[in-house]
């Protein structure tokens, strides 16, 4: 294409309204990129041929094949409230791509970080920002997760109106970013999230996010904790094909939560081990009915979350760890393990070391 063309084009092109968002978000909430000004279009053709502005869709079979395999991140960490409090630095991004991953899922808390109006602060953005660029430095597929699950289980209303408006101000953020940014509506979507009211609010949801990200790939999974069993409930816009249908694995719950604490009914368990013939078909047997799913609907998978908590015997987690991944690869799945670190870790802080044996186990 002819560079006086191209310049032909963007100036009389509109620049993005940025989707209309909440009338009390102003337009330095809603902008792109560091800065907390509006991209004029000078400075979006000027990040063009900086090669910042690459967006180019990707059919989401294809994008599931380059996510390959990934890692949860940043859950908890207080970067979010506190940058210079991070425990999640630069040079993980890199250890991460170094130890065979190729995706990261970032998950997002954006629920607390918005005042009255439900406006997200500028240094919370200012976070995401610098981490999606990281990311991106080490050639990382970077999934941004909305992660108030818990909140929306115990109010749908104040959900909806939580969840549109971050992905008002979420989506024309990244709206020129590369392919390699993928939005993952809402992680887990339970109780008060039906699948019949589920089903409603992520037509809302994506037609929020589809205002300024037509043709990027969306996440979006079953009700009931994206739950394998609930994806014939799952009713996704037939005509929208950029969408990748996510679920979660921690099947048997008593093995992979035994003393969590969060989950009462495994809480107080202890000594479970894993690894017969006949648990490792059933992961087999599961994940061939998801993938029966996915061939009927022609829609790709991805396992966004699997994992045995830490305090099970170390050689089932790895059993456990490594026919989940395995199995989910044989299906051609893109998988993202729970989690970095935090529980569940596959890195030691402390250490500032993989722990080898869930690592080995989740990249051989
Ligand atoms: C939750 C974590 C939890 C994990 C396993 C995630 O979706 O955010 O808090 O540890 O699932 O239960």
Redesign the pocket.
């Known amino acids: 294409m002819k560079l006086s063309f191209v310049l032909f084009m963007l100036s009389v092109l509109p620049v993005h309204a940025a989707g209309n968002p909440l009338p009390q978000v102003g337009k330095a909430e809603i902008s792109r990129g560091s800065n907390s000004q509006p991209m004029s279009i000078s400075t979006r053709w000027a990040s063009l041929l900086a090669g910042n502005t690459s967006f180019e869709p990707i059919d989401p079979f294809e994008q599931v094949k380059v996510m390959g395999r990934g890692v949860n991140i940043l859950?908890g960490d207080p970067i979010w409230s506190n940058f210079k409090k991070a425990r999640f630095q630069e040079r993980h991004f890199q250890r991460i791509r170094e130890g065979g991953f190729q995706t990261v899922r970032v998950?997002m808390e954006g629920f607390r970080y918005m005042d009255g109006q439900n406006r997200l602060r500028p240094a919370w953005l200012k976070t995401l920002d610098r981490v999606v660029k990281g990311a991106q430095a080490q050639n990382l597929t970077v999934i941004l997760d909305e992660?108030d699950?818990n909140r929306c289980a115990v109010d749908a209303a104040g959900c909806r109106t939580k969840l549109l408006a971050f992905w008002q101000q979420v989506a024309p953020r990244y709206q020129d970013a590369p392919n390699s940014v993928v939005f993952e509506m809402l992680?887990?979507p339970n109780r008060q999230l039906t699948a019949p009211v589920w089903n409603s609010m992520l037509k809302e949801t994506l037609a929020v996010i589809r205002k300024t990200n037509p043709t990027r790939n969306v996440i979006i999974g079953p009700a009931f904790w994206n739950n394998i069993h609930y994806l014939d409930k799952l009713e996704l816009p037939a005509d929208d094909r950029h969408i990748i249908v996510t679920v979660?694995y921690?099947l048997p719950m008593e093995f992979t939560?035994q003393g969590?604490s969060?989950?009462k009914e495994t809480a107080k368990l202890s000594g479970v081990t894993w690894g017969t013939d006949a648990e490792k078909h059933r992961v087999e047997e599961d994940f061939a009915g998801v993938q029966d799913w996915s061939k009927k609907e022609g829609r790709p998978i991805f396992l966004g979350?699997f994992?045995a908590?830490d305090k099970g015997e170390m050689d089932s987690r790895v059993r456990y760890t490594s026919c989940v991944a395995r199995t989910a690869e044989s299906f051609g799945w893109a998988w993202t393990y729970?989690?970095f670190d935090g529980?569940?870790i596959v890195y030691d802080m402390a250490k500032d070391d993989w722990v080898q044996p869930i690592w080995k186990a989740l990249v051989p």
Do not use: L, M, P
Request: proline share 0%; charged share 15%; aromatic share 32%.
């Open positions: 859950s998950v992660h699950y992680n887990e979660h921690y939560h969590a969060w989950n979350e994992g908590y729970w989690q529980d569940f």
